[in-house]
């Protein structure tokens, strides 16, 4: 009898007692391939320079509250971050998960205006079938309109324009590049019905993750998206959380774009698994409206800047960087893709297989030629999930990915380690999985 409060009040759950490279193993020795719960595990289980820093700084001091000292570990990550992140971000926020660091990032937009005489500035604009995370704010900046169904009438009001979604979404006679330019300008048309005095933020992935299954925008979308966010003065804050990283090939995601962002929010990979961390990155600009003006953030947690988490995410960054792990992300990316290809190009039930570096999607659909969803009533993803478990593969299958009802995906996220090998052991469980759900 479990007194665990569990995510499903029917599910009956091994027990996880060891971590072995891409493998979680299990109470009775049934070995895992980790291809990405939810994207957590970039550099497997068991990192022994992980697991040493973690050891080392808990043996050294395990807490301080920043509101009265900071930490070796904080200031050496915080370092490291901005030595390496994009454009003009310059402070490093640091929280324990992904949804903290969206929290912060919608607050800290609000308080910029204040501070800089703009008080009107309140709305967020963000997009539908996108996620930023569990907390209220988060919630409600998120467009998963299942996760949101429930808690709607509590939820704060944001307002939500097209996806970048090319394979579902973009009529067969138009390029990509004008559709990308199309879907783009809806934030112009949403600043403008708002009111561009009254806009203080847009915020987006710039891969979607677990709502859409791996989904980058086509070429021009951020460059434009910047674009407009800078001729009405309204922050761009884009959600690494899971995309970040060096999961889609840049320790950044962002950077494939060629843009930066005035707010950029990242975890998961950022600690690895090894500690629960996030972390909100700002310009510059944003800071020094602060400091200037009231002199300090209104927000914190009792666990913001945590020395261990933040030493074990001071080693994973260093071994992303010293190992050159983002660029491993790509090769073996390609690697999966092709493998995928081979394997799923041709199945009646794969309309697309997408995504960037190790981040991974494979749409799932009832024709391929319509691209019709297969009946949500069959509940493919979940049986999907089911199967592959069984099979001793971990991976994020999810239903929805159309309008929140209809569609399902499989999200493919494996540690950068991943070999061969153990590729070949995924599509092959992926394909026995598949064959069991459909
Ligand atoms: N943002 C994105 C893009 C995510 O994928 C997630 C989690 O899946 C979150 C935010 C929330 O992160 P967390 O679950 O760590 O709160």
């Known amino acids: 009898m479990s007194h665990v409060f569990p995510r499903h009040t029917k599910s009956n759950l091994p027990i996880a007692v060891a971590g072995d490279g891409c493998y979680v193993i299990d109470a009775v020795g049934k070995r895992y391939l980790d291809c990405g719960d939810a994207a957590v595990s970039c550099l497997g289980h068991s990192d022994q320079s992980v697991i040493e820093a973690v050891q080392d700084q808990v043996g050294k001091i395990a807490f301080a509250h920043t509101g009265f000292m900071t930490s070796e570990p904080a200031e050496a990550l915080a370092d490291l971050l901005i030595e390496h992140a994009p454009g003009n971000l310059d402070r490093v926020y640091f929280v324990s998960g992904g949804s903290e660091a969206t929290e912060a990032a919608i607050k800290l937009a609000r308080q910029y205006f204040l501070e800089i005489g703009q008080p009107e500035r309140r709305h967020v604009i963000a997009r539908r079938q996108s996620y930023h995370g569990n907390t209220l704010g988060a919630l409600s900046a998120g467009g998963n309109a299942w996760r949101r169904a429930q808690f709607a009438p509590m939820l704060i009001e944001m307002t939500h324009i097209a996806p970048c979604y090319e394979y579902a979404e973009k009529p067969d006679d138009e390029s990509s590049y004008d559709y990308g330019q199309r879907v783009a300008n809806e934030l112009e048309s949403e600043i403008l019905r708002l009111g561009p005095e009254t806009v203080m933020a847009f915020m987006a992935e710039p891969v979607v993750g677990a709502t859409l299954g791996a989904v980058p925008a086509v070429e021009g979308y951020f460059r434009r998206i910047r674009e407009i966010c800078d001729q009405y003065g309204v922050l761009l804050i884009l959600d690494e959380v899971m995309c970040g990283m060096g999961r889609t090939g840049h320790l950044f995601a962002c950077d494939h774009d060629g843009i930066s962002p005035d707010i950029l929010c990242i975890a998961k990979g950022l600690g690895a698994g090894y500690q629960p961390i996030g972390a909100m990155l700002c310009t510059s600009k944003l800071y020094g409206a ?117 569609g399902d995906h499989i999200l493919l996220a494996p540690p950068f380690i991943i070999g061969n090998s153990e590729i070949g052991e995924l599509v092959t469980k992926l394909s026995k999985a598949l064959s069991a759900a459909v």
């Open 290 to 406: 602060i400091e200037e003006g009231s002199g300090f953030f209104q927000h914190g947690h009792t666990y913001v800047g945590h020395p261990v988490a933040t030493a074990a995410s001071l080693a994973v960054v260093q071994q992303l960087i010293q190992r050159n792990l983002p660029t491993r992300a790509t090769e073996m990316g390609d690697v999966l893709q092709n493998a995928l290809l081979e394997e799923f190009g041709q199945h009646p039930n794969v309309g697309d297989i997408r995504g960037r570096g190790l981040f991974r999607g494979l749409e799932l659909v009832g024709d391929r030629a319509t691209k019709t969803p297969i009946d949500p009533s069959n509940g493919t993803a979940a049986k999907i999930k089911k199967a592959a478990f069984s099979e001793g593969l971990i991976c994020y299958p999810m239903s929805g990915t159309r309008d929140g009802r209809h």
